[in-house]
């Protein structure tokens, strides 16, 4: 959009996210006011505004902006982080494109993504529960979220020794029930379940809170009314409760995918070699360990650019389906 | 289909209660058996660390492994360093974001929403994507190997604050502010006096989220730190669960990890109705 002066003052009076048609007329109305741009107090207000918003801006092109630059020219590039930086085109997407540890690690990425919906339908049913006027309910809040404010290295130390195969809280509790449980974390099938529910269990608690937070905001006419119809619980549920929590979810599943897309911290902590056959190693844990233990930063760049173009189409195509299933709802 | 009485239901609703009840307390002793195992494993003697069937309750506590943690490891070192960083990053970084937020959204800013939007965009960006050039920066300033990677990048301030503070200001009427442009506030005097006040509650929830992040931040601290009595808590624990493993002195580790997240804890269980309320807002309008 080119910006000629008059689009410019409409965006400078527009309060963000406004609709230009608000917009607009808010312009109509300082011109009615005859609150000119140019004066001088206007431009003393200009001055201190951009002062004000000065630090993030500058902090977004030095650490953000300019990285990014950066770490496309790196992609293309052999380079050990200190000498000499050689351009050598496209080798290290080449290099990626048949990295076998590099595919291992994006699948491994993605596999842990199952306890994404998992995490969700029980973090749902949480919610549902602790939304009932039950005694105690906010010592269970309490509780459910303590893992989640939790320190993440601090819980993977200790679910690591949670899982050993001997001496494991784990496996002591599926002895109770006669069960003898695995090596966990040094199996190749358990390992990433093991992690799986590990981050579940951490994550349990930030989703009811979103969730409850959503149901309660439900009026509770539209269940008076349901009820009136003849609906029963579970038609409830479907027909009202799920759809009002809907951006929640929408929020919870696109936040999470990011997040667990960058998962390393439990990965590093829990599986320092990245785990039995490679089997725990995670996309940024093989980025961190290319750039960080074998200076190949050019390649680990590539890498991560990849990883980052990945997460922006994936969130792109989350909202675009959300667009469009929200229209056949409305 | 039989119809109800209300008798009935009242009692149905009842024993579904109580079924409720009974599921969400095994979920929360799910939850919360780690951490008790945590605190229970860093009391234990090293025997009954290995001991079979397990032992829940010390037969002595060994309060002994918490005076060996502070004098013998690097928590201490560990923990001067994380609130260093924690501190310095969540109270300038505030101000920087409640700045940024009165400009953004009751100043008159040429481009506003190209500047707004923007920023936000720059979130889209994983960390990991823009890492090792970042490190690069900070190594070829000589700057590997202290705090202020940590800290320098934070203090301009956190998009995801100026969000919600910026949300929280828009509810604030226009003519407060002219009022006190006409009686010749400057704009400084404007924030400082009128509009701090105003977002207290926004920047003190947003404060505590941040504070939380930054206390348990663990990749850019292992990035960046090298020499053990310079790094932040997460990354000595993280070293101390390798080192201490081989020695088997598991009440140790866990020793150290609980304290890792006891300041956190404690800050949660004093601020919890803000925390969630702040938590349960960005659901809401994220």
């Known amino acids: ?330 | 289909m039989k119809r109800r009485t209300p008798m009935n239901r009242n009692v149905s609703r009842t024993i579904a209660d109580i079924a409720v009840w009974i599921a969400l307390a095994i979920g929360a002793v799910v939850m919360i058996a780690p951490l008790l195992w945590m605190v229970s494993t860093s009391l234990k003697t090293k025997l009954e660390v290995f001991a079979l069937p397990p032992v829940w309750i010390p037969a002595e506590p060994q309060w002994n492994t918490y005076v060996r943690m502070w004098e013998d490891s690097l928590v201490l070192s560990g923990f001067r360093n994380s609130l260093i960083v924690s501190l310095s990053v969540t109270v300038i970084g505030t101000l920087t974001c409640s700045l940024a937020a009165f400009a953004l959204a009751k100043m008159r800013l040429p481009a506003r929403n190209f500047i707004f939007f923007g920023l936000l965009a720059g979130i889209m960006i994983p960390f990991p994507t823009l890492m090792i050039p970042q490190f690069v920066m900070f190594s070829t300033i000589g700057w590997v190997d202290t705090l202020l990677p940590l800290i320098v990048p934070a203090i301009f301030g956190n998009i995801v604050m100026i969000f919600f503070l910026r949300q929280y200001l828009e509810s604030v009427p226009n003519s407060l502010i002219e009022a006190a442009k006409i009686d010749g506030a400057s704009y400084w005097q404007i924030f400082w006096r009128m509009i701090m006040p105003i977002i207290r509650p926004a920047v003190a929830a947003q404060f505590i989220l941040w504070f939380m992040a930054v206390w348990n931040d663990y990749l850019a601290p292992i990035l960046y730190l090298n020499t053990p009595s310079k790094q932040t808590l997460q990354v000595v624990i993280a070293n101390m669960n390798v080192q201490y493993a081989t020695q088997r002195d598991y009440p140790l580790i866990m020793a150290a990890s609980f304290v890792a997240l006891l300041p956190i804890l404690a800050v949660f269980l004093i601020f919890q109705k803000q925390i969630i309320e702040s938590v349960a807002l960005t659901g809401t309008k994220g």
Not at chain 1, 187 to 209: D, E, R
Not at chain 1, 302 to 308: D, I
């Open chain 1, 1 to 330: 959009m080119p910006l000629t002066p008059s689009t410019t003052h409409a965006q400078a009076s527009a309060v963000a996210g406004e609709s230009a048609t608000r917009a607009h007329r808010r312009e109509k109305k300082s011109r009615l006011h005859k609150d000119d741009p140019r004066s001088p107090l206007h431009r003393t207000e200009r001055r201190w505004a951009l002062a004000f918003v000065a630090a993030p801006v500058l902090g977004f092109l030095l650490f953000t902006a300019y990285p990014l630059g950066y770490a496309i020219y790196a992609s293309f590039t052999r380079w050990n982080g200190l000498g000499l930086q050689v351009f050598i085109g496209f080798d290290n997407y080449v290099q990626l494109f048949n990295d076998q540890y590099f595919h291992k690690a994006l699948f491994n990425t993605f596999f842990y993504m199952i306890g994404i919906p998992i995490g969700l339908a029980l973090s749902l049913l949480l919610a549902l529960a602790l939304n009932r006027k039950i005694p105690g309910r906010t010592v269970f809040r309490t509780i459910y979220y303590i893992p989640v404010i939790s320190s993440l290295a601090a819980i993977a130390i200790l679910w690591q020794w949670a899982y050993n195969g001997d001496f494991g809280l784990v496996n002591q509790v599926l002895a109770l029930f006669g069960i003898d449980g695995p090596n966990w974390l040094a199996s190749t099938t358990w390992a990433k379940p093991a992690i799986i529910i590990m981050a579940v269990w951490k994550g349990l608690g930030y989703s009811m809170l979103l969730y409850l937070a959503a149901i309660q905001s439900v009026p509770r006419s539209l269940y008076e009314a349901a009820s009136l119809d003849g609906a029963s619980a579970f038609q409830r549920f479907r027909a009202i409760t799920l759809p009002m929590v809907r951006p929640v979810t929408f929020f919870l599943v696109v936040t999470n995918v990011i997040g667990g897309a960058q998962i390393f911290t439990e990965i590093n902590i829990m599986t320092p070699t990245g785990g039995p056959e490679f089997s725990t190693a995670s996309a940024v844990w093989y980025i961190w360990r290319q750039a960080f233990r074998y200076q190949q930063m050019g390649y680990a760049t590539a890498m991560a650019v990849v990883l980052g173009l990945l997460i922006l189409v994936i969130t792109l195509i989350q909202f675009r389906l959300n667009r469009r299933n929200s229209f056949i709802i409305d």
